[in-house]
């Protein structure tokens, strides 16, 4: 049996409420909270997991994305800055004894910008993971591997007519 329960809060404010001077600034933000369950059915088969009971393989118990953006479509300027965490979650399912392995929370920071340049030309350039963050499993406690993903940096100049 598989379960998965879980609920999304999801808002978008404009800063102009603070002053006019605010209008192109929003902070947007959601949040995800979920349960999840499987239980194995192994009587009778040849199936030797540890844990008959856990929550489903690479779900996450919660999710957070937050951002702050400047959005201004009459100088064509778009700035993001974007925050992903999500919770602690099994990456391999235990068997033989052995224990699940996890995949402890993990934060990411990015930031978006685009400029449009006329003549239908616009500028885009992207970070991504710009804190460089370690990405920990662990399994029983201990951590089994550690690792930080890098930073990604992209720029691209479009042109549409």
Do not use: H
């Not at 009971?53 to 778009?78: C, I, K």
């Not at 224990?99 to 006329?118: I, M």
């Amino acid at each position: 049996m598989e379960r998965n329960i879980g609920m999304e809060v999801e808002g978008r404010k404009s800063f102009a409420f603070l002053t006019k001077a605010l209008r192109d600034f929003y902070f947007t933000g959601n949040v995800a909270l979920i349960r999840s369950e499987i239980r194995l059915d192994t009587e009778g088969t040849s199936f030797d997991v540890t844990n008959a009971e856990r929550p489903l393989q690479g779900q996450s118990p919660y999710m957070l994305n937050l951002q702050l953006e400047y959005d201004n479509p009459d100088s064509g300027t778009m700035i993001a800055l974007l925050f992903n965490e999500y919770g602690r979650r099994i990456t391999s399912a235990g068997a033989t004894g052995q224990a699940d392995q996890y995949e402890e929370p993990y934060r990411q920071v990015d930031l978006v910008c685009s400029q449009k340049l006329g003549a239908g030309f616009k500028l885009k350039m992207k970070g991504q993971n710009l804190m460089n963050y370690v990405r920990r499993e662990t399994k029983d406690g201990q951590e089994v591997t550690s690792m930080r993903k890098g930073i990604n940096l992209g720029f691209a100049i479009s042109w549409s007519y």
